[in-house]
């Protein structure tokens, strides 16, 4: 609007309507959920920064961290995180079922280093393991809906909340 105002191809009375008419019009409600993490809350959100509490265990953190990496880097939801089993994960191609029902998807999403490092660590401390164990773990249960807003929910702690600005969902990991 500017640059069509500055080169004479819109007039003040047009360039004022039109101003208004941009400034009245609200966000959809899809618009408003529509939230992105910054590259600092990112940073924050996958490094070893995030402030626990004295009872938080340290199953908490490890699968907190995992749950945070594979919603980021293999975009996984919720559901994906939930029936992700052993037998999806191949350590030793450095790779991991894409759990996407999209035929037109990869079939095998490469793992970074750090992700691959986890799961590898995570691998060696289970004693009894075969295909069908869930990969993630809460209290000896497989996730549900439930653990994992439980865990996002230690996001949302006042030194947490402080470096984020709002709550953390996994779609808004996923978006990011």
């Known amino acids: 609007m500017n640059f069509l105002k500055e080169y004479g191809h819109l007039s003040t009375l047009k360039y004022i309507e039109l101003n208004d008419y941009l ?3 609200k966000l959809t409600i899809v618009e408003k959920q529509m939230k992105f993490f910054s590259n600092e809350e990112l940073s924050f959100l996958l490094s070893d920064k995030i402030h ?5 265990a340290e199953e908490d ?6 749950i945070l990496m594979m ?3 293999l975009i996984f939801e919720q559901d994906h995180l939930i029936k992700l089993n052993w037998s999806d994960v191949d350590l030793d191609k450095k790779r991991i079922n894409n759990l996407r029902k999209d035929r037109l998807a990869y079939k095998w999403i490469s793992l970074n280093d750090g992700l691959w490092q986890k799961l590898s660590e995570m691998k060696q401390n289970i004693t009894d393991i075969n295909d069908d164990s869930p990969v993630l773990i809460h209290k000896g249960e497989r996730l549900n809906t439930n653990k994992i807003n439980s865990l996002l929910s230690i996001l949302k702690r006042k030194q947490n ?3 984020l600005g709002g709550s953390t969902d996994i779609q808004k990991i996923n978006r990011s």
């Open 161 to 163: 909340l402080s470096i």
């Open 71 to 73: 919603s980021y880097h």
């Open 52 to 56: 626990y509490g004295k009872k938080d």
């Open 61 to 66: 953190k490890t699968i907190l961290h995992l």
């Open 23 to 25: 400034r009245s019009l």
